[in-house]
């Protein structure tokens, strides 16, 4: 199967939030017709009524794909819906944190394909990273288009089994917060050391992305990037003693966070 079939037989969208919308935009972007697409949603944007995609209007009687993207609290409500398309054809795809596959097996049929997937905000403007798995009925050719299907926005990864999608979790699909949240740190340090505000945000905001973009780019990894520039004894050893104490720094800080993040997904899994 491929994204020629999905334009043939059609895709449908059960939740277009702001990861289905960032998802639809590439895919529309990409050359999939706006008319092979069906998109189920209580509250369409503006911009969604204007893609010219078939808007609530039911669903064909055999997509080629149908991608989960409601919330987790709307599951149980939306889910049902598609109970007709299960046991066949059709290859389900879900972005929808916290439920397992299990749980769509159950209710959608055991003979059903279903990949699940992590991805991340930072797909809004095509540069997220998301991971998938499939049940014993998603073949090689469904994982390809899956991967296909979420290239659109980002990264992709394979994982060996649903029990990683928890620690995905808690480093990519929670992991922009960190971010966000060392940014706003970040510049809150360098105002506190006599920077206006605005300068030390743009500041904190440049560094944070350059950085990141670097360490994507670069051929060294990030240990030897960070060496790269760290002078003896200069200012940047001054930070890095701090940053890098095993009792209070990075490397236990984050991997509280982590776990915290990853328990927390487990625990959700369960109900």
Same mark, same amino acid.
């Given at each position: 199967m491929t994204m020629e079939d999905v334009a043939a037989r059609g895709l449908v969208l059960l939740g277009c939030g702001k990861m289905g919308s960032a998802m639809l935009a590439g895919w529309l972007e990409g050359g999939l017709p706006a008319t092979s697409v069906w998109v189920l949603d209580p509250n369409p944007s503006d911009w969604l009524a204007k893609t010219g995609v078939h808007?609530?209007?039911?669903? #064909?009687?055999?997509?080629?794909?149908?991608?989960?993207?409601?919330?987790?609290?709307?599951?149980?409500?939306?889910? #049902?819906?598609?109970?007709?398309?299960?046991?066949?054809?059709?290859?389900?795809?879900?972005?929808?944190?916290?439920? #397992?596959?299990?749980?769509?097996?159950?209710?959608?049929?055991?003979?059903?394909?279903?990949?699940?997937?992590?991805?991340?905000?930072?797909?809004?403007?095509?540069?997220?990273?998301?991971?998938?798995?499939?049940?014993?009925?998603?073949?090689?050719?469904?994982?390809?288009?899956?991967?296909?299907?979420?290239?659109?926005?980002?990264?992709?990864?394979?994982?060996?089994?649903?029990?990683?999608?928890?620690?995905?979790?808690?480093?990519?699909?929670?992991?922009?917060?960190?971010?966000?949240?060392?940014?706003?740190?970040?510049?809150?340090?360098?105002?506190?050391?006599?920077?206006?505000?605005?300068?030390?945000?743009?500041?904190?905001k440049a560094t944070v992305a350059g950085a990141g973009a670097l360490a994507e780019a670069a051929d060294e990894g990030p240990s030897q990037l960070r060496v790269n520039v760290t002078s003896p004894n200069g200012t940047t050893q001054a930070a890095l003693e701090v940053l890098m104490d095993p009792k209070g720094g990075f490397p236990v800080l984050l991997a509280r966070a982590v776990k915290a993040a990853t328990d927390r997904s487990k625990e959700l899994a369960r109900g």
């Open positions: 808007l609530n209007e039911g669903v #064909p009687d055999d997509p080629a794909i149908a991608l989960i993207a409601v919330k987790p609290q709307m599951m149980g409500d939306a889910l #049902p819906s598609m109970q007709a398309l299960g046991n066949a054809q059709t290859l389900f795809v879900s972005v929808a944190a916290g439920t #397992p596959i299990a749980k769509f097996e159950e209710v959608l049929g055991t003979q059903t394909p279903i990949v699940r997937a992590m991805p991340n905000t930072p797909a809004a403007i095509g540069r997220g990273i998301s991971a998938i798995v499939g049940n014993s009925h998603a073949t090689q050719a469904h994982m390809a288009l899956a991967d296909a299907l979420l290239s659109a926005v980002g990264q992709v990864v394979h994982l060996e089994n649903e029990g990683q999608i928890d620690a995905v979790t808690g480093v990519s699909g929670s992991g922009p917060a960190y971010v966000f949240h060392l940014i706003e740190t970040l510049a809150a340090a360098g105002a506190a050391q006599g920077l206006p505000v605005e300068m030390a945000m743009q500041l904190a």
